[in-house]
C-alpha cells in the first residue's frame, strides 16, 4: 500500500512539475546551478555548485534517487534530474525531511550531518557521505553536550535518530556548547581546551616559561616539520653561515612527497641560504644537507639532536631525522616543543630566521636568484586569518601528525610561544588555535 500510495505521489508530482526542463550531463546554466546547490544543501553533492552537469552532479542526483527509491518513491536511478527527481529534490516536506542515520549507512544525509558536525567542532575530517566509527563517535559527543544540557530525550549511543538530529540541525540557542564554533572572542579569557581544533596545545610566556594554557601538553604527538626547529638551532653552531658550501648527495636522500627548497646535489650556495629555504619552504632537502654539511652524516646529526633535547630536559621528545618526515619513533609533545622554542629565540640568529617571511636567495651555478615567501596566511596581511601581533613560527603535516604550528607572537612587552598539534581538518584552522591561545595570553597578562 505504501509502494502504491509513493507511485501516485510521484505520479502527481510529475504532472505538477511538467514545465520543468529535464536536466543531464552536458547541461550548462542557471538551472543546473540552482539544482546543485539543491543536491549540496541536503549533503548528496561533495563539490561547489558550478552550473556544470558533469560527474559528481551525476553521481549526486543518482544517489538522491537511489535513497527515496529504496523508500518507496518511483524514481529513475541514472543520474539524470528528469521532472519527478526534481519535483522531489526541491519538496521540504520530503527531501528536507529527517531521516535517522547509523552506522554503515552512506548516502547524502550522513555528509549532511557531517558538515554539521565539522562545522561545530564535534568532528574532524571531510564530510564522506560514509557513517564510520569516526561519525558515530561524533555523534555520540554530540548527543553528551545535550544530555549535559539537561535534554531529556536523547541517549548518547552514536546513532543519529529524528530527536539527535533535530537539535544537530537547530541553533542550539541556550546551550553551553564546548567546541570552536563556539567560541566567545569577545571574551579570550573564556577559552577553553573544546574551544581548540587542536589534540594538543600548550601556550608559554617567552620570558619566564610559565604556562599560561594547556590541552594535553604532556601527551605523545607527532611533530612532522616543525622538527625544523631543533634542525635550525643546531645549523646555527656551525660558525660561518656565509661560507659557500656544496650540497651533498644526501639532500637527494629523501622521500618522493617531501617539500623542497629546492637544492641540488653538487649545487654550491651560502649556508646561510640552506637555513632560509629550511624555514621558509619547509625543505627537506636543505634539512639534509645541513644535517651532513653540520655533523658529517644525517645519522651522526641525528644523534646530537637528541643529544641536545636531553640537554634541555625535553624527555618525552626523540628523533629519528632532521625534517620530521613521518616515523612512529620520531615523535615530542606540545611542552617539549614550547621549551625548545624558547631555548632557540634567545640565540639572535634563529630569531632572524625564526621571524623571517622573505628572503632573497644568491644565484647559484645551478639555477639564477630568486625569493623565498611565506605562505602562512597568519602573516597575511591580505588574509582573514592575518594576526598582526605573530612575529615568526614554523608549520607541519604529515597525514599521521596532521596540522601542526608553532608561533610567537608579541605585544606590549610581552612574548608569548603557542604551539598546536594536530589542529582540526584544514591547514586554517592551525591559525585560529594560534591565535586564540595567544588572545588569551595577552589578556591574561593584561596587555
Known amino acids: 500500500m505504501k509502494r502504491f ?33 539543491r ?23 543518482a544517489g538522491f534517487q537511489a535513497f527515496f527509491n529504496a523508500r518507496g518513491y518511483a524514481l529513475r536511478t541514472d543520474g539524470v534530474a528528469d521532472e519527478a527527481t526534481q519535483a ?5 516536506a520530503v527531501a528536507d525531511a529527517v531521516y535517522p542515520l547509523k552506522e554503515g549507512d552512506k548516502n547524502g544525509y550522513v555528509r549532511r550531518a557531517q558538515r554539521r558536525l565539522i562545522d561545530l567542532g564535534f568532528l574532524a575530517g571531510a564530510a564522506d557521505g560514509s557513517y564510520g566509527q569516526n561519525t558515530a563517535e561524533a555523534v555520540r559527543a554530540f548527543q553528551q553536550m545535550l544530555l549535559d544540557n539537561g535534554v531529556e530525550d536523547v541517549r548518547a549511543t552514536g546513532e543519529a535518530d529524528e530527536t539527535t538530529l533535530a537539535y544537530l540541525y537547530s541553533e542550539l540557542l541556550g546551550f553551553r556548547v564546548d567546541t570552536p564554533k563556539f567560541y566567545n572572542e569577545r571574551n579570550p579569557l573564556s577559552l577553553s581546551e573544546g574551544n581548540l581544533y587542536a589534540e594538543a596545545a600548550v601556550l608559554i610566556d617567552a620570558a619566564t616559561g610559565e604556562t599560561l594554557f594547556a590541552k594535553n601538553a604532556e601527551e605523545t604527538m607527532y611533530p612532522a616539520s616543525t ?9 646555527l653552531q656551525n660558525g660561518d653561515l656565509d661560507r659557500t658550501v656544496t650540497v ?20 654550491h650556495l651560502p649556508f646561510r641560504d640552506l637555513l632560509y629555504g629550511l624555514m621558509i619552504r619547509s625543505g627537506n632537502d636543505a634539512a639534509n644537507a645541513i644535517a651532513t654539511l653540520s655533523a658529517g652524516s644525517v645519522n651522526d646529526f641525528v644523534e646530537q639532536m637528541n643529544a641536545k633535547a636531553q640537554e634541555l630536559g625535553l624527555s618525552g621528545t626523540h628523533y629519528v631525522n632532521p625534517h620530521g618526515y613521518h616515523d612512529k619513533e620520531h615523535y615530542t609533545t606540545a611542552a617539549d616543543m614550547a621549551a625548545l622554542t624558547r631555548y632557540a629565540l634567545q640565540d639572535a640568529g634563529f ?11 644568491s644565484a647559484t651555478d645551478v639555477r639564477a636568484a630568486r625569493t623565498l615567501t611565506s605562505s602562512y596566511a597568519i602573516f597575511d596581511e591580505d588574509s582573514q586569518y592575518y594576526y598582526p601581533d605573530a612575529i615568526g613560527g614554523k608549520t607541519g603535516f604529515t597525514s599521521a601528525a596532521g596540522y601542526c604550528f608553532v608561533c610567537a607572537a608579541e605585544r606590549g612587552g610581552v612574548e608569548l610561544i603557542a604551539v598546536v598539534f594536530k589542529s582540526g581538518s ?4 592551525r591559525w585560529t588555535d594560534a591565535a586564540r591561545l595567544f588572545e588569551y595570553g595577552f589578556a591574561a597578562r593584561g596587555v
Open 248 to 267: 651533498p648527495s644526501s639532500a637527494g636522500n629523501i622521500p618522493g612527497d617531501s617539500s623542497r627548497m629546492p637544492v641540488a646535489p653538487g649545487e
Open 227 to 235: 622538527t625544523k626547529i631543533m634542525t635550525l638551532l643546531l645549523a
Open 426 to 429: 584544514t591547514g586554517a584552522d
Open 5 to 37: 500510495v509513493s507511485v501516485l505521489i510521484a505520479v502527481a508530482l510529475l504532472f505538477a512539475c511538467a514545465s520543468a526542463q529535464t536536466l543531464q550531463t552536458g547541461v550548462k546554466g542557471d538551472e543546473v546551478e540552482k539544482l546543485q546547490h
Open 39 to 61: 543536491l549540496y544543501y541536503l549533503g548528496f553533492l561533495s563539490i561547489s555548485p558550478d552550473g556544470d552537469y558533469g560527474p559528481k552532479t551525476v553521481e549526486a542526483v
Open 351 to 361: 630569531r632572524e630566521v625564526f621571524t623571517t617571511h622573505t628572503y632573497a636567495l
Open 88 to 92: 522531489l529534490l526541491f519538496d521540504d
